[in-house]
């Protein structure tokens, strides 16, 4: 036994309160999802080798209630764990059974605990765009791979020059994704900026705006031409952290103290649903301009956000 192990052992050393804080909600994150992806690996067994469809669509109703419960176990950790202020606006009158198209800034992956925290049995539930290579993450892979979230391959500029044809691969998954998606009410979450926000991905890309990096539009586009005419709305959700974004090991430690959430419902243009994104080059202008002015108010919502009373702006991440 080492010298410091022996100290702690007689209680002369303590771990910081921040660190054990940090233990005691990773733990419970890991045994919360561990109960409840079991579950959901013995339902999509069923919804696996069973190909009747409305058995199927049966399936797909209690694998998103076991999704809708273990968010809410996550929700009741944060609570019991942590001590953020949540200043939260712009939620309500949100329908559970609706269909919407959600979007958001990206800074951190704490924006997902929040997104669900928040969101959770106030719409459906969220299905995540995800980069392809999260397929392989331990067990919630598989999890999103069981509740039909779509994977995207984020093709390079310099691979699209050298095999044009790769530009339809995401096209086939969205709307194989989407697809699924119309046999339930379902909210569909993009982070448009297709990564976290950091300093120096804003400078190499020369982004227009001061808080945010360029928007992506061709997710967001291509869910719209297969399920357009579901959506009820846009639900644009914007997260501010005053003292910077955190790592996810600092908010499990609890330094996360502020949390500042704007979200409203925007009206999606009736031209935008069911429009062919990847092959109708007017569309496609007509939709990035959109998206951009969106873009452009959520920068100066920012602005506004971080000069309220009392929340000071945060630093730029590196």
């Known amino acids: 036994m080492t010298e410091s192990a022996r100290k702690l052992r007689q209680g002369r050393v303590r771990l910081p309160f921040a660190t054990v804080r940090g233990v005691v909600a990773a733990s419970l994150l ?28 049966g399936v797909d109703r209690v694998l998103n209630g076991i999704a809708t419960s273990w968010v809410a176990g996550n929700s009741a950790w944060m609570r019991f764990t942590q001590r953020t202020q949540w200043d939260v606006a712009g939620l309500d009158d949100l329908a559970y059974r609706g269909w919407y198209m959600v979007t958001c800034n990206h800074q951190s992956w704490v924006d997902v605990l929040a997104l669900q925290h928040l969101l959770n049995r106030r719409v459906p539930m969220l299905k995540f765009f995800l980069k392809q290579q999260l397929i392989y993450v331990p067990v919630i892979g598989l999890a999103w791979w069981a509740l039909d979230f779509p994977f995207m391959r984020r093709h390079s500029d310099t691979h699209l020059k050298r095999h044009p044809e790769s530009r339809f691969d995401d096209i086939e998954a969205t709307r194989q994704a989407c697809e699924k998606f119309a046999r339930l009410p379902t909210s569909v979450m993009n982070f448009v ?29 291509l869910a719209l031409g297969v399920l357009g005419e579901r959506f009820d709305s846009l639900l644009d959700v914007t997260i501010v952290y005053p003292d910077g974004a955190p ?54 919502r920012i602005d506004a956000l971080v000069e309220l009373p009392g929340v000071r702006r945060p630093p730029r991440q590196t």
Do not use: M
């Open 193 to 221: 900026e297709g990564t976290r926000f950091t300093s120096a991905k804003h400078c190499s890309q020369h982004s227009p705006y001061r808080h945010l990096l360029k928007p992506k539009a061709g997710a967001l586009a």
């Open 247 to 300: 790592t996810f090991w600092q908010f499990l430690c609890g330094d996360l103290r502020h949390i500042v959430v704007r979200a409203q419902r925007i009206a999606i243009p009736p031209a935008f649903r069911g429009g062919d994104y990847a092959r109708d080059p007017k569309y496609r202008k007509t939709f990035q301009r959109w998206l951009q002015a969106l873009w452009h108010e959520k920068d100066a």
């Open 30 to 57: 890991v045994l919360n999802t561990l109960f409840w992806c079991g579950l959901l690996f013995l339902f999509a067994l069923v919804k696996l080798v069973v190909p009747a469809r409305s058995l199927r669509a």
